[in-house]
Nanobody, 125 residues
Framework: QVQLVESGGGLVQAGGSLRLSCAAS????????MGWFRQAPGKQREMVARINSGGSTDYADSVKGRFTISRANAENTVYLQMNSLKPEDTGVFYC???????????????????WGQGTLVTVSP
């Protein structure tokens, strides 16, 4: 089992900043990738930003230049720095992790995905 605990959401005015954090814990040997997804009211969940074990990042076009994802591998934690927030950024932000667990001495492994409980970000005009 993998648990993800998010923090950092809240209410902010347009143009403001917030920083989200997500810490992973549980039974895994490595984390392949971590990321943030957003679900706005009445819309499907969409990828916002993700980072792999090598540090490569990917962003949704709507947040490029405003959001920065980073990762503290030693703490199994991912951060999302959100600047110049807009009302359309409002939504529930979910942390996602793809983890790997070695299951025998031959090196066989099992990949598991986990989701956080979500943290609400509200950007007022």
């Amino acid at each position: 089992q993998v648990q993800l605990v998010e923090s950092g959401g809240g209410l902010v005015q347009a143009g403001g900043s917030l920083r989200l954090s997500c810490a992973a814990s549980g039974r895994f040997d490595s984390i392949n990738a971590m990321g943030w997804f957003r679900q706005a009211p009445g819309k499907q969940r969409e990828m916002v930003a993700r980072i792999n074990s090598g540090g490569s990042t990917d962003y949704a076009d709507s947040v490029k230049g405003r959001f920065t994802i980073s990762r503290a591998n030693a703490e199994n934690t991912v951060y999302l720095q959100m600047n110049s927030l807009k009302p359309e950024d409002t939504g529930v932000f979910y942390c996602h992790a793809s983890t790997r667990r070695i299951i025998n001495v031959e090196g066989a492994y099992r990949d598991l995905e986990a989701w956080g409980q979500g943290t609400l970000v509200t950007v007022s005009p």
